[in-house]
């Protein structure tokens, strides 16, 4: 029997950075080499190795070593942790109602009437927190336990009109009404208001906490603005819709380069001619975008029968799929990805409000320096020695401000960078005369190119397949 210290000048034992895996490679190849499966599995306790020796690996080292001079094999396995499932909030109601025109027995559609709303009622269970479940741990090939990452606790977000119990596991409505998710997340009650006709002199504005469906249309010059969604079952002209939620427009927008559609989360309509509309999530289009400025957080689809972009201005945090963009005219059309216009007004607003911040900062100090010289000649008069104790109070006020600040900047820098998952997508064919801009970088089309995706890469903006 050969000893490990003699085994130990032939082979190396190496770990992968868990303990799950330990691997046996040859540091010296030398045809004489022999040793018995014993020796292996004396060799391998001397490192510590308990658990999952791969036994059939030993016998053909044994039997055949000049087979694994040259590799580095996995000779002990152990058993992988499982992870736990975080926790999740379960909806006990359907929150995708069916919005769909009422077909008539003669088979006509009546865009007129709506197929009823989900509401629900005072009282009535609207989710619950499912727990997380427990992970399962490992062995290393020491024997030891190798550790689990358990589940995360889910937490309700809690909106408007809802109640949650003691335990903090169900939520219950308040009020009669439609479950309706906001912007960040929040899970309300809205009421609903219901406009039978169209938004005019006859209705005026509507400014309302809940759900607003309007079974007409919304004429030039009027507004309407709603907590939770806005339904329109017709069209909308050069209005203001202000929704908290998400906007769903069963015709088609005409803005006459006035008003504007602004969603918290999402807006779906048919088409857009001359308009302005921005959404907090996805602007979803079935037939066309011309000559208008659309702005969503994520993607811009317009991917249906029709599918086109032409003109304007469409920027998409992340991603713009369209059918067609441009036309054979060579109409300018500008397509932004990558691009969260929020957040670059936002970091322009705290780079001017650090600069007021140092200012007062700066002046602060030059009455500190004052107050501290006539401290140290003994001159110091009780008001003064107030305003010390105040202008030290509002420089330590300042400087923590100004941390905060500088952190959110360095955030946002970050996140204007960060043009990873910024794509277009042009199923069928995008024309000359149209701009592909991806976070900082700029890319024109010349001539008309067919099913590509634009995307940035080492510093250039470059084009592979539509897949």
């Given at each position: 029997m050969?000893?490990?210290?003699?085994?130990s000048?032939?082979?190396?034992?190496?770990?992968?950075?868990?303990?799950?895996?330990?691997?046996?490679?040859?540091?010296?190849?030398?045809?004489?080499?022999?040793?018995?499966?014993?020796?292996?599995?004396?060799?391998?306790?001397s490192?510590?190795?308990?658990?999952?020796?791969?036994?059939?690996?030993?016998q053909?080292?044994?039997?055949?070593?000049?087979?694994?001079?040259?590799?580095?094999?996995?000779?002990?396995?152990?058993?992988?942790?499982?992870?736990?499932?975080?926790?999740?909030?379960?909806?006990?109601?359907?929150?995708?109602?069916?919005?769909k025109?009422?077909?008539?027995?003669?088979g006509?559609?009546?865009?007129?009437?709506?197929?009823?709303?989900?509401?629900?009622?005072?009282?009535?269970?609207?989710?619950?927190?499912?727990?997380?479940?427990?992970?399962?741990?490992?062995?290393?090939?020491?024997?030891?336990?190798?550790?689990?990452?358990?589940?995360?606790?889910?937490?309700?977000?809690?909106?408007?009109?809802?109640?949650?119990?003691?335990?903090?596991t169900?939520?219950?409505?308040?009020?009669?009404?439609?479950?309706?998710?906001?912007?960040?997340?929040?899970?309300?009650?809205?009421?609903?208001?219901?406009?039978?006709?169209?938004?005019?002199?006859?209705?005026?504005?509507?400014?309302?906490?809940?759900?607003?469906?309007?079974r007409?249309?919304?004429?030039?010059?009027?507004?309407?603005?709603?907590?939770?969604?806005?339904r329109?079952?017709?069209?909308?002209?050069g209005?203001?819709?202000?929704?908290?939620?998400?906007?769903?427009?069963?015709?088609?927008?005409?803005?006459?380069?006035?008003?504007?559609v602004?969603?918290?989360?999402?807006?779906?309509?048919?088409?857009?001619?001359?308009?302005?509309?921005?959404?907090?999530?996805?602007?979803?289009?079935?037939?066309?975008?011309?000559h208008?400025?659309?702005?969503?957080g994520?993607?811009?689809?317009?991917?249906?029968?029709?599918?086109?972009?032409v003109?304007?201005?469409?920027?998409?945090?992340?991603?713009?799929?369209?059918?067609?963009?441009?036309?054979?005219?060579?109409?300018?059309?500008?397509?932004?990805?990558?691009?969260?216009?929020?957040?670059?007004?936002?970091i322009?607003?705290?780079?001017v409000e650090?600069?007021?911040?140092?200012?007062?900062?700066?002046?602060?100090?030059?009455?500190?320096?004052?107050?501290?010289?006539?401290?140290n000649?003994?001159?110091?008069?009780?008001?003064?020695?107030?305003?010390?104790?105040?202008?030290?109070?509002?420089?330590?006020?300042?400087?923590?401000?100004?941390?905060?600040?500088?952190?959110?900047?360095?955030?946002?820098?970050?996140?204007?960078?960060?043009t990873g998952?910024?794509?277009?997508?042009?199923?069928?064919?995008?024309?000359?005369?149209?701009?592909?801009?991806?976070?900082?970088?700029?890319?024109?089309?010349?001539?008309?190119?067919e099913?590509?995706?634009?995307?940035?890469?080492?510093?250039?903006?470059?084009?592979?397949?539509?897949?």
């Open positions: 050969i000893g490990n210290y003699a085994l000048q032939y082979l190396n034992i190496t770990f992968s950075e868990d303990k799950g895996i330990a691997y046996l490679q040859f540091s010296k190849k030398d045809e004489n080499f022999s040793c018995t499966i014993e020796d292996l599995e004396s060799f391998l306790h490192h510590n190795i308990r658990y999952g020796i791969q036994r059939d690996i030993l053909r080292i044994s039997s055949n070593p000049e087979e694994y001079f040259f590799n580095r094999v996995p000779i002990a396995i152990g058993q992988p942790s499982v992870n736990g499932t975080d926790g999740r909030v379960m909806f006990t109601v359907d929150l995708e109602e069916d919005r025109p009422q077909e008539m027995a003669d006509k559609v009546d865009y007129k009437d709506l197929v009823r709303l989900h509401n629900v009622r005072k009282g009535q269970l609207i989710a619950k927190i499912i727990p997380p479940e427990p992970g399962k741990p490992g062995i290393m090939v020491t024997g030891e336990e190798l550790p689990f990452k358990p589940g995360k606790e889910a937490h309700f977000k809690v909106g408007k009109n809802v109640l949650v119990d003691q335990e903090e169900a939520m219950y409505a308040a009020i009669d009404g439609l479950v309706t998710l906001t912007d960040k997340g929040k899970i309300n009650v809205f009421p609903v208001f219901e406009v039978n006709g169209d938004v005019d002199y006859s209705t005026g504005n509507i400014d309302f906490v809940g759900t607003v469906v309007i007409g249309n919304v004429l030039t010059g009027f507004s309407v603005k709603s907590a939770g969604d806005i329109v079952v017709g069209g909308v002209e209005a203001e819709l202000i929704s908290g939620g998400s906007i769903e427009i069963t015709g088609g927008i005409i803005g006459y380069n006035k008003g504007l602004s969603a918290g989360k999402n807006v779906k309509v048919s088409f857009i001619q001359d308009g302005n509309v921005v959404a907090g999530e996805d602007i979803i289009v079935s037939q066309s975008v011309m208008s400025n659309i702005r969503a994520h993607d811009v689809l317009c991917n249906g029968a029709k599918g086109l972009i003109g304007g201005i469409v920027q998409a945090g992340e991603r713009v799929v369209a059918r067609t963009i441009g036309n054979t005219m060579s109409t300018a059309t500008a397509i932004e990805v990558g691009v969260v216009p929020e957040l670059r007004n936002e322009n607003e705290l780079r650090l600069r007021h911040l140092l200012e007062n900062e700066d002046k602060t100090n030059k009455a500190l320096y004052l107050l501290n010289q006539l401290a000649n003994g001159q110091l008069s009780p008001d003064k020695m107030a305003l010390r104790v105040k202008l030290n109070a509002t420089k330590q006020s300042h400087m923590r401000e100004e941390k905060k600040i500088k952190e959110r900047v360095l955030e946002i820098e970050k996140l204007l960078e960060d998952r910024a794509r277009v997508e042009v199923i069928k064919t995008i024309y000359g005369g149209s701009k592909i801009v991806i976070g900082r970088y700029t890319r024109f089309v010349k001539d008309p190119t099913r590509v995706v634009f995307i940035y890469s080492e510093g250039d903006i470059t084009l592979s397949p539509y897949m």
